[in-house]
Nanobody
Framework: QVQLVESGGGWVQTGDSLRLSCVGS???????????VGWFRQAPGKEREFVAG????????YYGDSARGRFTISRDNIKDTVYLQMNTLKVEDTAAYYC????????????????WGQGTQVTVSS
């Protein structure tokens, strides 16, 4: 079992920046860096969307079309934390953002994500 806690969401205006954090807690004998991690978002009435992902130990990086060029995913293996830096925010970025983890190594949108955090809300107004 992996427990994930997201933070960093809030209310901002268009053009602003936010950095989301996802702290992973694992059982003894395992490391959070062993897991691929992805960021997803979902707005009311819309499908869940893959935003960004990183593979085992951050060796691979993936971005959804809406995030590429504006968002950056990174991980600090010492702090057991994955970050999502979001720049030049738009109204359409408004959503609940979720951190998810998978035992798969490669990362990306197609791998099975078994563990999910509670989400953090991002609201962007014009």
């Amino acid at each position: 079992q992996v427990q994930l806690v997201e933070s960093g969401g809030g209310w901002v205006q268009t053009g602003d920046s936010l950095r989301l954090s996802c702290v992973g807690s694992v059982v003894p004998g395992r490391n959070f860096s062993d897991y691929s991690v992805g960021w997803f978002r979902q707005a009311p009435g819309k499908e869940r969307e893959f935003v960004a992902g990183t593979g085992f130990a951050g060796v691979n990086i993936y971005y959804g079309d809406s995030a590429r060029g504006r968002f950056t995913i990174s991980r600090d293996n010492i702090k057991d934390t994955v970050y999502l830096q979001m720049n030049t925010l738009k109204v359409e970025d408004t959503a609940a953002y979720y951190c998810a983890a998978s035992v798969a190594l490669v990362g990306g949108p197609a791998i099975p994500y078994k563990y999910w955090g509670q989400g953090t809300q991002v609201t962007v107004s014009s």
